[in-house]
């Protein structure tokens, strides 16, 4: 090896004693380090990121999102609730059959539209219909968007339109200038009917109807189409009158909210009127009827002008001194069954169509099914005529004469 000089070992001896001492100077920093002093202030925020994707199941923040000046105690007003009176609303919602309705559970996608809230919003905004899980009944957030809008109006006011059930009959629609009853008609008319009940023209013996579904009918939310007088099958050769009601609500001095959503009065709150879309309610064991709407035009209607309600009896003897009385609307619509009966078109165990796959009920002429379609018409419109009492008693008698023909 070769031998180093004795200028070669100066030069590395001094690199030695500098590495050394950097190494202790280095040492000495850390381990010597003092307090950290007090934190600085906080920089000014960073910009915003851009929005993040939807998500699939996002609820109502998906669908109406946040108004951003919104503030909670504009609607949740703290101790007293007098600003919108929203705990009350709910409490009266709660008791309504949109709440405890034997059918709030339908929440596959074709139903899910109407019988829950989630569907109601899908179906309102354009969005894909889906089956709905964990469904809530139609409630405060299917007809309004209080978080979104900042107030309380109604997702649909524009005219809804409503299928016909008869072929060759078009569809048609319904506005009124106080437009909230196109929010209730959005799920309270009819459904697609497969097939359709026959066009007026097909009366020849040859004319036929083969009907294989057990639900032929327009399905039971046809309150609607009842009461601006549409909608049934109407035979030719017969009047068809509409009530004063169906005058009324097609100048929009009359609407669903009108009678359905009158105040609630002393004693019947959360059971009738507000939220609960009750008309009627038990007052300790008497059916009682709220008729604060019907005196504005019925001011004979109760003995006292202060009296907002009256007894269920009291209301029907009313009616029938009026005209069409609950009781010959019920009287017609038995009449009407018991020729469906006897005809085999009607199946009273089942109280659907005697009509399945695996028999199928052939109706002859076709037009005469229209008498099977108006009994499914103005029995699931469940209003006992009040809707449109003419229109309603026109329907069943044109069917009835024209089952007794030969």
């Not at 202030?41 to 923040?61: E, I, L, M, R, Y």
């Not at 050769?237 to 009359?254: E, I, K, V």
């Not at 037009?367 to 018409?377: C, E, I, S, T, V």
Request: overall charge neutral; glycine content about 10%; aromatic content about 8%.
């Amino acid at each position: 090896m070769q031998q180093l000089t004795s200028s070669t070992k100066g030069v590395t001896t001094v690199k030695n004693f500098l590495t050394v001492l950097t190494a202790i100077a280095l040492f000495g920093l850390v381990a010597c380090e003092g307090p950290a002093g007090p934190a600085g202030k906080d920089g000014a925020a960073g910009a915003a990121g851009s929005p993040g994707a939807n998500g699939v199941d996002a609820g109502f923040v998906y669908f109406d999102g946040f108004k951003a000046d919104l503030k909670c105690a504009t609607c949740h007003t703290p101790g007293v609730d007098t600003a919108f009176f929203v705990a009350g609303r709910v409490a009266e919602q709660a008791n309504s059959k949109h709440s405890i309705g034997g059918d709030v559970d339908r929440n596959a996608k074709d139903c899910a539209r109407c019988h829950t809230t989630e569907g109601l919003q899908q179906y309102v905004a354009g969005k894909p219909l889906t089956d709905i899980l964990h469904p809530s009944a139609p409630g405060c957030f299917a007809c309004h968007a209080p978080h979104g809008t900042g107030d309380f109006s109604l997702r649909v006011t524009n005219a809804v339109t409503m299928l016909s059930g008869v072929d060759g009959v078009a569809d048609y629609s319904y506005t009124t200038t106080n437009k909230s009853t196109n929010m209730c008609i959005t799920c309270h008319q009819p459904r697609a009917m497969s097939p359709k009940a026959p066009a007026y023209t097909k009366t020849a013996a040859t004319d036929s109807l083969v009907l294989t579904n057990s639900r032929w009918y327009n399905h039971y939310g046809i309150q609607g189409p009842l009461l601006i007088g549409k909608g049934g099958y109407e035979f030719a050769g017969y009047n068809y009158p509409n009530s004063t009601h169906q005058s009324m609500a097609t100048a929009g001095t009359l609407e669903c909210a009108t009678c359905h959503m009158q105040e609630p009065i002393g004693g019947g709150a959360t059971k009738a009127g507000g939220h609960t879309m009750k008309l009627e309610f038990d007052s300790h064991g008497t059916p009682t009827v709220v008729v604060t709407a019907c005196k504005k035009c019925h001011a004979d209607i109760t003995s006292s002008a202060t009296s907002l309600t009256m007894s269920r009896t009291a209301f029907d003897d009313y009616r029938k001194a009026s005209g069409v009385s609950r009781s010959v609307i019920a009287k017609s619509l038995d009449s009407l069954k018991t020729l469906l009966i006897n005809k085999g078109w009607y199946d009273p165990a089942t109280e659907l169509v005697k009509a399945s796959s695996s028999k199928p009920l052939v109706i002859k002429p076709a037009y005469r099914a229209g008498a099977l379609y108006n009994f499914f018409f103005v029995e699931h419109d469940l209003s006992e005529g009040i809707h449109n009492s003419k229109y309603a008693k026109a329907l069943l008698d044109a069917s009835i004469a024209e089952m007794n023909k030969p």
